[in-house]
DNA sequence: GCGGGCGGTGGGAGCGCTCCCACACCGCCA
DNA sequence: TGGCGGTGTGGGAGCGCTCCCACCGCCCGC
């Protein structure tokens, strides 16, 4: 039965309209909660559109109104994969279950190439969304800006600077580094060392940060020649962990700024006959899966990555209702989660 | 500059048309490159769009034309995460590139209850998409069938059955199974045994059916009790493990259908005394990103994960052009990783 | 008792496209 | 010379909504 003879079988408005016995615009006021409708109308609509199934056309919606019901979630992937790859999911994790509630579609888009980026750009432009979830943005990333100039919404996760302008929603990267020097320190550790990101991000200068006032608050001696600087790489770790065990053999703690380079500086520690934890202490950040799998499983940083995820969304759909003109500016705690290589 | 009074501010095909100096079908013809132009009138309006920087309206494309030129990702995760999660971030990556290229939207769908698979439904039957891509289905799934119902092109990961009757893009799992043990068995073992996924998902059955033919192959005697059912949850791999270890102590090879389920068994292995690859040889499925942390790294098969996105997608856009009637049944090769767990 | 509100309603006018019909205009044939 | 088919073209008619104006009652105040 059903779908049988009719073009395109979905019931309209406008059958629905003469259905309940009322006018078009009394349906689209039923349907879209405007108050100014009789209870008597209200429940007349809603028996239409439960006997005939009808579902709205988004299309013709967007055409009409202003909004499209549908926002962007952007990853910028244009050089090595620097973050870990849960990250993303668990992201989309929270941004989808947020969504489903306000009924918006999520638009995922991977920004690879430089003609990629462009074709997004236009999307923006053409106010093909009605907002876009920026996520790992550098610090020079024009995306944002470009964005507030268009007037679209955005919601970035993690911010490019300290005085970042857009909304944001980040971790307390800078708490998330003390507390793991903290945790090295409170069991001993003397020459606790740190393998950070790239520079140029926020996040690495943050974490970094914290690693410095925990080295501060325990009493220890500040030596650059603790610090060594990476990328966020498997391979960036392992070439940090050997300059590390060069400069300084006494070394007998890391703090590395993602479970990614703890790996690679875990490996090292092997290879240099180095036990963990029993001759360094190692720790991360991301609390990531593979974390679970090393050996010794990795002490590690979590950080609240689904309720980042929801919590963007939230910022997003506040943002685009124009409910709070306030742009957001949310930074969420981590966790230490401590297992056996500290 | 710019963006000043404008309402909108986005010039209009019929803007395009005017200053083309030609009528707005001809524009329409031109942007959806119809044989049916003159070349001056082809070149006019491309200036035209050019100068104006216009972009077509999806919107109104979508309400007036048929297609909507978006296509949905489900992810059911109804259940545990069964699949590791960088599963689905290859798949979507290869699924973005390829829509990229057509100019698609891609739009992720979550479901996690029966209330958002209900919502999908409803979407499906509105036909809010040009075609469905679904990954990860089990065995009894409806979801594929009522996209056939709708009519919705639909492109499946994975099969359900044997006789599956929708399109798909699978990978080889009974030859990953079966070139997992013919590894194992080329090493020497002789006591070979395996974890397998849920039996009721097509894919679990392969690679069992895959071990069976490996053991048979090396001509080592079948024995039911080397066979540990699980569910490709780490937890399940380590209680297969223990029930392998206890029925069969004399067990020197275990093939795990998935990573995660390896490391599980490894975990059991490493309390249960015996050394990896020593004593027992273990061999994963997914080549995972974990895979590489475990100690030691775990041999894995590896699937082409991004490549199947990529097939998929291609798949599904033919099926909606309607290029290809025979619906779609790709089965890629997997690949053997060798590393020290073997 | 009459005028002015206000809650509730109907329906016209688009939104920016695609589809398709109608109509030039060309060169060809009979 | 007239007719005929084939190109290339313009533009009307929607697609299914939302927005908004106009309108109908009713109750209130004076």
């Known amino acids: 039965m059903a779908v049988s003879g009719r073009q395109t079988g979905r019931p309209t408005l406008e059958e629905v309209a003469a259905r309940a016995g009322v006018g078009r615009g009394t349906v689209s006021r039923v349907i879209n909660g405007s108050p100014r409708v009789s209870d008597r109308a209200k429940e007349a609509v809603g028996r239409a559109i439960a006997e005939l199934g009808y579902v709205p056309n988004r299309a013709a919606r967007a055409l009409a109104g202003a909004r499209t019901d549908a926002i962007a979630l952007v990853i910028p992937e244009t050089e090595s994969r620097l973050f870990a790859e849960p990250y993303f999911l668990d992201i989309i994790r929270g941004v989808s279950a947020e969504l489903a509630d306000a009924d918006m579609q999520l638009l995922l888009t991977l920004i690879r190439s430089s003609k ?24 020079d990333d024009p995306l944002p800006d470009l964005a507030r100039e268009l007037g679209v919404p955005a919601v970035l996760n993690g911010r490019r600077s300290a005085g970042e302008r857009v909304a944001y929603v980040d971790s307390d990267n800078v708490g998330a580094g003390r507390s793991a020097v903290d945790h090295l320190t409170g069991r001993g550790r003397r020459r606790v060392a740190t393998i950070t990101g790239p520079l140029d991000m926020y996040v690495a200068r943050c974490r970094l940060d914290g690693y410095r006032q925990g080295v501060e608050a325990a009493g220890l001696p500040a030596d650059d020649r603790l610090v060594a600087a990476a990328d966020f790489t498997e391979e960036g770790g392992r070439r940090a962990m050997r300059e590390l065990l060069e400069r300084c053999p006494d070394v007998d703690g890391v703090f590395a700024a993602s479970d990614v380079m703890a790996a690679g500086a875990r490996s090292v520690l092997r290879e240099a006959g ?13 609390d990531s899966a593979g974390a679970r799998l090393m050996d010794p499983p990795l002490t590690s940083v979590r ?9 963007m969304a939230r910022a997003l759909l506040q943002e685009i209702t124009g409910a709070d003109p306030e742009p957001c500016r949310v930074v969420l705690p981590t966790e230490l989660v401590v297992r056996d290589s500290t």
């Open 116 to 139: 990629e980026r462009q074709r997004f750009e236009q999307y923006l432009s053409a106010q093909r969304v009605d907002g876009v979830l920026l996520v790992s943005v550098h610090g």
């Open 303 to 311: 950080q609240p990555i689904e309720e980042m995820g929801r919590r």
């Open 274 to 286: 180095r036990r963990v934890p029993d001759d360094v202490a190692l720790i991360g950040v991301d």
